[in-house]
């Protein structure tokens, strides 16, 4: 039998990461039936199911999912629709990977809790960086080679030009989530600091978190969305050992994926994102196809994605401070 999927939007991030991620994982697993994607706007559909290699296209969620009883469903939506889709979704019982935030509120992201156990149904939030090739090298290392209470301090640095977003806390979830990843533990306590340009916009700012771990290790996090740079990089400090980390964040590579992980003043590793990745697209290098190849493979095993609704709670809640411009959050 083959393994069906089903897509539900066809819009520019469907389109230009997640839609080649689906394509490949066909192309590597013969079973794999792309079998209809969706979207309000019948000719976007029909462009991606061209593309992509789709069997059927959709203006209807619900009749596409009545008719084709999917294996699993991916939602590529706008924020503002997450919440209502997934829902619908996940009470007609479909394994779903659903796109971040999954709420933009504790709230949404409860709601949407509920409505998978009430059927009892897998999910996986889309947070790419925990599925980045050089973020999983990391993560690997620091997991095999330290407990979380070994780390001493994080930096990310979380660098945009010209966004001037009405709320960056759904772009910066992404800083947010990858450090408590990385650090393998909890927030405990986090002091806020904005520094508001409200001549460029009533909610442009940067964001600086200064963070304490339950496991005892500090954070400190810099979003800066309107600088002169595209850059995604975290540094990790523990006893003796250094590891700095580029993300590829964007497709131009002016700073490509790489990961350094110097001892006592020695560089012991490096490794380039496409060494990581096995594969030099974009859509590789930075985690999209990891995270759905990931959902993919459990779903066809049986498993419980590692990266579902709750996981990804306190994240959701920190970014909502965010939004709310709180001074300080405790666990």
Same mark, same amino acid.
């Given at each position: 039998?083959?393994?069906?999927?089903?897509?539900?939007?066809?819009?520019?991030?469907?389109?230009?990461?997640?839609?080649?991620?689906?394509? /490949?994982?066909a192309a590597t697993h013969?079973?794999?039936?792309?079998?209809?994607?969706?979207?309000?706007?019948?000719?976007?559909?029909?462009?991606?199911? $061209? /593309?992509?290699?789709?069997?059927?296209?959709?203006?209807?969620?619900?009749?596409? %999912?009545?008719?084709? /009883?999917? $294996?699993?469903?991916?939602?590529?939506?706008?924020?503002?629709?997450?919440?209502? %889709?997934?829902?619908?979704? %996940?009470?007609?019982?479909?394994?779903?990977?659903?796109?971040?935030?999954?709420?933009?509120?504790?709230?949404?992201?409860?709601? &949407?809790?509920?409505?998978?156990?009430?059927?009892?149904?897998?999910?996986?939030?889309?947070? @790419?960086?925990?599925?980045?090739?050089?973020? +999983?090298? %990391?993560?690997?290392?620091?997991?095999? +080679?330290?407990?979380?209470?070994?780390? +001493?301090?994080?930096?990310?640095?979380?660098t945009r030009i010209g966004?001037?977003?009405? $709320? !960056?806390?759904?772009?910066?979830?992404?800083?947010?989530?990858?450090?408590?990843? &990385?650090?393998?533990?909890?927030?405990?306590?986090?002091?806020?600091?904005? #520094?508001?340009?409200?001549? &460029?916009?009533?909610?442009?700012? @940067?964001?600086?978190?200064?963070?304490?771990?339950?496991?005892?290790?500090?954070?400190?996090?810099? !979003?800066?969305?309107?600088?002169?740079?595209?850059?995604?990089?975290?540094?990790? =400090?523990? =006893?003796?050992?250094?590891? !700095?980390?580029?993300?590829?964040?964007? #497709?131009?590579?002016?700073?490509?994926?790489?990961?350094?992980? =110097?001892?006592?003043?020695?560089?012991?590793?490096?490794?380039?994102?496409?060494?990581?990745?096995?594969?030099?697209?974009?859509?590789?290098?930075?985690?999209?196809?990891?995270?759905?190849?990931?959902?993919?493979?459990?779903?066809?095993?049986?498993?419980?994605?590692?990266?579902?609704?709750?996981?990804?709670? +306190?994240?959701?809640?920190?970014?909502?401070?965010?939004?709310?411009?709180?001074?300080?959050?405790?666990?």
């Amino acid at each position: 039998m083959s393994f069906k999927i089903c897509t539900v939007g066809c819009g520019s991030m469907s389109t230009s990461v997640h839609g080649p991620s689906h394509t /490949k994982y066909a192309a590597t697993h013969p079973d794999t039936l792309l079998a209809a994607c969706c979207d309000l706007d019948g000719q976007k559909a029909v462009r991606y199911r $061209d /593309k992509f290699d789709y069997a059927r296209h959709y203006t209807d969620i619900v009749k596409m %999912l009545e008719t084709e /009883k999917p $294996d699993a469903v991916c939602l590529i939506a706008p924020v503002d629709l997450t919440c209502e %889709l997934s829902c619908r979704i %996940l009470e007609m019982g479909y394994p779903l990977l659903m796109e971040k935030p999954p709420g933009r509120t504790t709230e949404e992201l409860d709601r &949407l809790i509920t409505a998978a156990d009430a059927r009892n149904v897998p999910t996986q939030v889309a947070v @790419n960086r925990r599925y980045t090739p050089v973020v +999983q090298v %990391l993560k690997q290392t620091l997991a095999a +080679q330290f407990k979380p209470s070994d780390i +001493q301090h994080i930096r990310y640095d979380f660098t945009r030009i010209g966004r001037k977003d009405a $709320d !960056f806390s759904t772009t910066a979830i992404h800083g947010i989530d990858t450090t408590r990843f &990385l650090a393998g533990s909890d927030y405990k306590r986090i002091r806020f600091h904005y #520094q508001e340009f409200p001549h &460029l916009g009533p909610t442009v700012a @940067n964001i600086f978190m200064d963070c304490t771990f339950v496991s005892g290790a500090t954070a400190h996090l810099n !979003f800066c969305p309107v600088s002169g740079v595209l850059v995604e990089r975290a540094t990790v =400090y523990a =006893y003796g050992h250094t590891f !700095f980390m580029n993300i590829a964040i964007s #497709q131009d590579r002016v700073f490509p994926a790489l990961l350094q992980h =110097y001892e006592k003043g020695k560089l012991k590793r490096e490794v380039a994102g496409a060494e990581a990745a096995g594969g030099a697209e974009w859509f590789e290098m930075n985690g999209f196809y990891g995270e759905n190849a990931a959902f993919f493979d459990d779903i066809r095993n049986g498993r419980r994605p590692e990266g579902d609704l709750r996981s990804g709670r +306190q994240s959701v809640e920190i970014a909502d401070c965010i939004r709310r411009r709180e001074q300080e959050y405790r666990k």
